[in-house]
């Protein structure tokens, strides 16, 4: 599975904004449902390459990859998940790259990237998020310098 990430819009055809249903119409069922601890209240559905977050109105909001995505996630023609510089070319794509928590975000693109600036032998990771749903962690980034 070939995805192109579009900001703020979503990897299509998964588009911020579909339902659980019509997110399993592309995918089929997950692996597994789960109620959403780590974010905003809703459910994730964990299928066996991604996670989709869902908010309490079955609206997607944010899609997870990590080590055990076997297809490619573009932008711009790069593979951002396993391209060397993709680190070095996003953060001058977004501008304004900052740390919160461990994770390198890319507010102006809508991307959270862990693993890239690290030594951990858990892999890189990539959350494609929709407008505002980091907002309020704004006020606690601190910028990244490479």
Same mark, same amino acid.
């Given at each position: 599975?070939?995805l192109?990430?579009?900001? +703020?819009? &979503?990897?299509p055809? =998964? $588009? ?5 249903k019509?997110? !399993?119409a *592309?995918? %089929?069922? #997950?692996?597994?449902?789960?109620i959403n ?10 299928f ?26 573009? +932008?711009? &023609?790069?593979?951002? =998940? $396993?391209h060397?510089?993709a680190?070095?070319?996003? !953060?001058e *794509?977004? %501008?304004? #790259?900052?740390v ?5 975000m ?13 030594e ?27």
């Amino acid at each position: 599975m070939t995805l192109n990430f579009e900001p +703020y819009i &979503g990897a299509p055809p =998964l $588009r911020f904004g579909i339902t659980t249903k019509e997110a !399993s119409a *592309i995918l %089929g069922e #997950p692996g597994s449902v789960q109620i959403n601890t780590a974010g905003p209240a809703g459910r994730e559905f964990t299928f066996d390459e991604m996670r989709l977050a869902f908010d309490t109105n079955d609206h997607l909001y944010q899609i997870g990859f990590d080590k055990n995505f076997t297809g490619t996630l573009l +932008y711009n &023609g790069t593979d951002i =998940l $396993r391209h060397s510089e993709a680190l070095k070319l996003l !953060s001058e *794509i977004d %501008g304004k #790259p900052c740390v919160w928590v461990g994770f390198i975000m890319l507010m102006n693109l809508g991307l959270r990237l862990g693993g890239y600036h690290e030594e951990a032998d858990e892999g890189r990771t990539v959350s494609i998020f929709n407008r505002g749903r980091y907002d309020s962690k704004i006020s606690r980034l601190t910028p990244f310098v490479m």
